[in-house]
């Protein structure tokens, strides 16, 4: 691979990670991360059933 496409790719890898993260925060009907506990586990549990005719999706993040 040459140094221009290398160049080229990462520009563009670029560009679309700052389109996701631009995305993600300013589109509508975001709610903020929690971190998940037991006590606010219910609240979360009604908060993802709430509208089931949108896709959803849950990101589980390790510190290991």
């Known amino acids: 691979m ?3 496409r290398k160049k080229y790719a ?3 890898v670029a560009v679309i990670v700052a ?3 631009g995305w ?3 589109s509508p009907g975001n709610i903020p991360l929690v ?3 037991q006590d606010n586990l219910e609240l979360f ?3 993802f059933n709430a509208d089931s005719s949108q ?3 849950v ?4 510190p290991t």
């Open 10 to 12: 990462l520009w563009l």
């Open 35 to 37: 971190t998940l506990k």
């Open 55 to 57: 896709a959803r999706a």
């Open 59 to 62: 990101l589980l993040l390790s």
């Open 19 to 21: 389109a996701l993260i």
């Open 24 to 26: 993600y925060l300013w």
């Open 45 to 47: 549990r009604d908060a």
């Open 2 to 4: 040459s140094l221009v």
